[in-house]
């Protein structure tokens, strides 16, 4: 089942590591979008991406994080430094194109963060 | 800021009844429209699409948009504890961008 696939499941960093997170979208699939979730809480978006290029980052914080979605390979997202206030879901998902294409979730990456 | 607006429960109904959730949304300039179910620590997982004004059916789930109303809902019906979950309501706008409700939480009581 070519479903979109995240690594690792669950990341353990303490303050001021580097956390990686990837995802390769699902097979036919070259739009990607990653989201944030805290307990309880909603899904925040962060950053939609197509191929070697950023559409739209406006989720993004403006320091310490960044995305990237290379001709080849998974999309990855970056969070440098990180902070206890970063331990969240973050789940990443693709769609085919933008015609009424739906989101297709991946199973999500738990950062915590000690 | 585009939004989109749930009440965010719990919703809790009996067995067998017919759950209702509802959504509204800010903007006019809206493409699709998406529930998706989330359950505890998982991801969320699409449950329907709707397009276009009108009911659209799938088994036990019906999603109603009303457009000019700015409104969809989902319909549950035969409602199942293995129904209780997080329902989350998303809004594609042009250029691809996906907005998300914070989500209702429905308990399904046996």
């Known amino acids: 089942n070519a479903g979109v696939m995240q690594n690792p499941r669950h990341l353990v960093r303490r303050r001021g590591q580097e956390a990686r997170l990837r995802c390769s979208p699902m097979?036919?699939?070259?739009?990607v979008y990653w989201y944030r979730q805290l307990p309880e809480e909603g899904l925040k978006f962060m950053v939609y991406?197509?191929?070697?290029?950023?559409?739209?980052e406006s989720g993004m914080p403006k320091e310490r994080f960044s995305a990237e979605f290379p001709k080849e390979g998974p999309s990855i997202l970056r969070i440098q430094q990180v902070v206890r206030g970063d331990s969240a879901a973050y789940f990443c998902?693709?769609?085919?194109?933008?015609?009424?294409?739906?989101?297709?979730f991946g199973n999500g990456t738990r950062l915590t963060v000690t | 800021q585009k939004e989109v607006e749930q009440n965010s429960g719990p919703l809790s109904v009996p067995e067998g009844a017919i759950a209702s959730l509802n959504c509204t949304y800010s903007d006019r300039v809206s493409q699709s429209f998406f529930w998706y179910r989330q359950y505890s620590g998982k991801s969320p997982e699409l449950i329907m699409s709707?397009?276009?004004?009108g009911d659209k059916e799938d088994g036990r789930f019906t999603a109603q948009l009303n457009k000019a109303s700015q409104y969809v809902s989902l319909l549950i019906r035969d409602s199942q504890p293995s129904d209780s979950a997080t329902y989350l309501c998303a809004v594609q706008y042009n250029f691809n961008k996906f907005y998300f409700g914070s989500g209702t939480k429905l308990n399904v009581k046996p």
């Open positions: 991406l197509q191929k070697e290029n950023i559409i739209d």
């Open positions: 709707i397009y276009s004004n």
């Open positions: 998902a693709s769609s085919r194109d933008g015609n009424n294409s739906p989101l297709h």
């Open positions: 097979k036919g699939h070259s739009h």
